[in-house]
């Protein structure tokens, strides 16, 4: 089963409690309008931390009631954010999401070893994209957090990818691996580690997906292109999740989607305790509000 659209995030609203969300330094007007209709929707409780004198200015001109909002009241950067972090490690808030703050320092404070939210596991972003043109739901990671991941990452962020999906409800997740041609060729590493990668899968050291490699973007996501190029697979042309191979072509092909086609998204960090909702400081509210609504809903299996 694929995901045919984000609105599937919205539809168990009101058989649970909204969940508790913290956002840090909330300091634009985007996070304002998300805010307010994840507030109006009944999907989160949001918390903003930060200035009260810095989130009352953005929410100027809003039409958005930010003295209807939990507080956390921090005038100091860094330590808004420890706060933060604090809330939701101790239990009192069930999901973290990233405002106006740097990501490096929001992950310094997820990463803490006494108050943080750290696992033994590799943290990873993921972003969920909703294309009207292509029918369905696919997924892209890691365009946002490891940098050149080498084939350990890769396997730990295919296996953070899969929790998430298997969370949503997709039981065997197809995983393709990016790369700039179909064929394994040792002058392009990253097409090796796809090669390994997918026999990796077939001797069930990567569980609970399909995963092939390399494949190229276009036979990755179109049935037609695969044909085309006569391509066997149960991954090719259906893909779920597209692996990249670094961050530089996973954060242009991001924002290529984003901006570009105008497409819908919402992002996720995964490998933390709790989830970690990280979406770009200047970005369509519409995006924040779904990627607040998949943070809400992976909080429901990963209470303590």
Same mark, same amino acid.
């Given at each position: 089963?694929?995901?045919?659209?984000?609105?599937?995030?919205f539809?168990?609203?009101?058989?649970?409690?909204?969940a508790d969300?913290?956002?840090?330094?909330?300091?634009?007007?985007?996070?304002?309008?998300?805010?307010?209709?994840?507030?109006?929707?009944?999907?989160?409780?949001?918390?903003l931390?930060?200035?009260?004198?810095?989130?009352?200015a953005a929410?100027?001109g809003?039409?958005?009631?930010?003295?209807?909002?939990?507080?956390?009241?921090?005038?100091?950067y860094?330590?808004?954010?420890?706060?933060?972090?604090?809330?939701?490690?101790?239990?009192?808030?069930?999901?973290?999401?990233?405002?106006?703050v #740097?990501?490096a320092?929001?992950?310094?404070?997820?990463?803490?070893?006494?108050?943080?939210?750290?696992t033994?596991?590799?943290?990873?972003?993921?972003?969920?994209?909703?294309?009207?043109?292509?029918?369905?739901?696919?997924?892209?990671?890691?365009?946002g957090?490891n940098?050149?991941?080498?084939?350990?990452?890769k396997?730990?962020?295919?296996e953070?990818? =899969?929790?998430?999906?298997?969370f949503?409800?997709?039981?065997?997740?197809?995983?393709?691996?990016?790369?700039a041609?179909e064929?394994?060729?040792?002058?392009?590493?990253?097409?090796?580690?796809?090669?390994?990668l997918?026999?990796?899968?077939?001797?069930?050291?990567?569980?609970?997906?399909?995963?092939?490699?390399?494949?190229?973007?276009?036979?990755?996501?179109y049935?037609?292109?695969?044909?085309a190029?006569?391509?066997?697979s149960?991954?090719a042309?259906?893909?779920?999740?597209?692996?990249?191979?670094?961050?530089?072509?996973?954060?242009?092909?991001? #924002?290529s989607?984003?901006?570009?086609?105008?497409?819908?998204g919402a992002?996720?960090?995964?490998?933390?305790?709790?989830?970690? =909702?990280?979406?770009?400081?200047y970005?369509?509210?519409?995006?924040?509000?779904?990627?607040?609504?998949m943070?809400?809903?992976?909080?429901?299996f990963?209470?303590?």
């Amino acid at each position: 089963m694929s995901l045919k659209n984000l609105n599937f995030l919205f539809e168990d609203l009101g058989k649970d409690k909204p969940a508790d969300i913290v956002i840090t330094l909330p300091y634009a007007s985007d996070s304002i309008i998300a805010a307010g209709k994840a507030k109006d929707l009944g999907l989160a409780n949001p918390i903003l931390a930060g200035d009260p004198d810095r989130i009352k200015a953005a929410a100027h001109g809003t039409g958005v009631d930010v003295n209807a909002f939990d507080r956390i009241e921090e005038r100091d950067y860094s330590r808004a954010i420890e706060r933060s972090v604090q809330a939701v490690s101790s239990g009192d808030a069930d999901v973290l999401m990233k405002g106006m703050v #740097k990501t490096a320092d929001l992950l310094r404070a997820v990463l803490n070893k006494e108050w943080g939210l750290r696992t033994e596991q590799l943290l990873s972003h993921i972003m969920l994209y909703e294309v009207p043109s292509l029918g369905r739901v696919f997924g892209i990671s890691d365009a946002g957090m490891n940098l050149y991941p080498d084939l350990n990452a890769k396997k730990q962020i295919i296996e953070n990818a =899969v929790t998430l999906f298997h969370f949503l409800g997709v039981e065997i997740p197809r995983v393709a691996i990016l790369a700039a041609v179909e064929v394994v060729n040792t002058d392009m590493p990253c097409t090796l580690d796809a090669a390994a990668l997918t026999e990796m899968n077939r001797r069930g050291q990567i569980r609970g997906c399909l995963v092939d490699g390399p494949l190229a973007l276009d036979n990755a996501l179109y049935e037609d292109c695969a044909r085309a190029k006569g391509i066997e697979s149960e991954v090719a042309g259906k893909a779920d999740l597209l692996l990249v191979p670094d961050i530089h072509a996973g954060n242009m092909l991001s #924002k290529s989607i984003l901006f570009i086609m105008k497409a819908t998204g919402a992002a996720l960090m995964m490998g933390a305790r709790k989830p970690v =909702v990280i979406t770009s400081r200047y970005g369509n509210p519409q995006t924040k509000v779904y990627s607040m609504a998949m943070g809400a809903y992976a909080s429901r299996f990963m209470r303590d």
